[in-house]
């Protein structure tokens, strides 16, 4: 008997390299690394680099259980969640946290209130090379090569440079959080900058471009079909253009159906918004409110509003952190709150 094999034209997705999935790695954790040294002094470099090496770039079984990105271990002054995990002994407990930005925002915490860290914030932000052999000798790591392994991430990668962003020795690119958001303490120590713009150039720019910069014609926002109304359009004519209904026009937008004709420029999504955000956390801009925040994110309202406690009536502060994926444990500072 012959046997033939017959070749079939199969269209296979190429998994990410190791270089891609650790670049994708920085550009979620970037502006949070740029935020953290500003608010602590911990270097934007050594964070990215031990949130690569701990978590194999987001990718290990501790960070998916945990959130911990940093692999802190309980120690015995831990109240919150935890997790236990194989590590140098057998089913050691870890710290487990509510998202990834409080393994962050704890991490500079811990380091900078431990005695035996404190001869590090005396090196420059940018001594990522002392950082990296003084934490391996204050007893972070147990692995011999820690030094080298962290090193090697910030120089092929270029981490240092986010370090001379965040001390204002470099110039900051477009994606960064505007300095009115990264330099004030009070705001920074929220902890929480986010969002890495798609690079697709079918979607829309995210909130680090101003809102009238959108592309003309049909582009995508989360996944979803959305267009920019110029001012005096009118939903009805958008919905014929389009070949919608203007019912579903009001409903994916949260319009009221009397509201035809548009007294400002906006977006308009020709389909119904996700429930989840692309990325985890936003912080609010100047002049922003919830519907105006689902809108330029492609978030139902319902949905942002539920994940953040909070009611219609309800404006967040400037610099606030607003969750987009899950819910948190209390309501953002709301504008004019004491």
Request: hydrophobic share 35%; charged share 25%.
């Amino acid at each position: 008997m012959i046997y033939f094999l017959v070749a079939r034209n199969t269209y296979a997705q190429v998994p990410p390299t190791r270089a891609e999935i650790i670049a994708q790695y920085i550009e979620t954790y970037r502006e949070v690394a740029i935020a953290e040294m500003q608010r602590t002094g911990v270097p934007a470099s050594i964070k990215l680099a031990q949130g690569i090496l701990e978590t194999e770039a987001g990718k290990s079984d501790l960070v998916r259980r945990s959130n911990n990105h940093f692999g802190i271990k309980c120690k015995s002054n831990w109240t919150g969640d935890k997790v236990y995990h194989d590590d140098d002994a057998k089913g050691e407990c870890f710290r487990a946290y509510p998202s990834a930005i409080d393994s962050w925002r704890d991490h500079s915490d811990y380091l900078k209130s431990a005695p035996w860290y404190a001869s590090l914030f005396k090196l420059d932000g940018d001594d990522y090379k002392g950082w990296a052999y003084g934490l391996k000798a204050a007893g972070y790591a147990t692995n011999p090569k820690y030094p080298q392994l962290l090193i090697k991430y910030i120089e092929d990668f270029n981490l240092n440079d986010y370090s001379l962003i965040a001390m204002g020795k470099k110039r900051a690119p477009d994606w960064a959080p505007s300095k009115n958001i990264i330099s004030s303490p009070s705001q920074v120590a929220k902890g929480n900058v986010i969002v890495a713009a798609s690079t697709k150039e079918t979607s829309a720019p995210n909130h680090v471009v101003k809102k009238k910069n959108y592309p003309a014609g049909v582009f995508k926002i989360n996944e979803t079909k959305v267009i920019y109304a110029a001012e005096g359009s009118s939903i009805k004519n958008i919905a014929e253009a389009n070949g919608i209904s203007a019912a579903y026009l009001y409903e994916f937008n949260e319009l009221r159906d009397d509201e035809d004709i548009l007294k400002a420029g906006k977006l308009v999504y020709l389909q119904r918004k996700r429930t989840v955000g692309e990325n985890e956390f936003y912080i609010v801009e100047e002049e922003e409110d919830m519907y105006e925040i689902s809108q330029r994110l492609g978030i139902r309202l319902e949905s942002i509003l539920q994940y953040n406690q909070m009611t219609m009536n309800m404006k967040p502060a400037i610099g606030e952190t607003i969750y987009l994926q899950k819910g948190r444990s209390s309501k953002p500072k709301l504008l004019n709150s004491k």
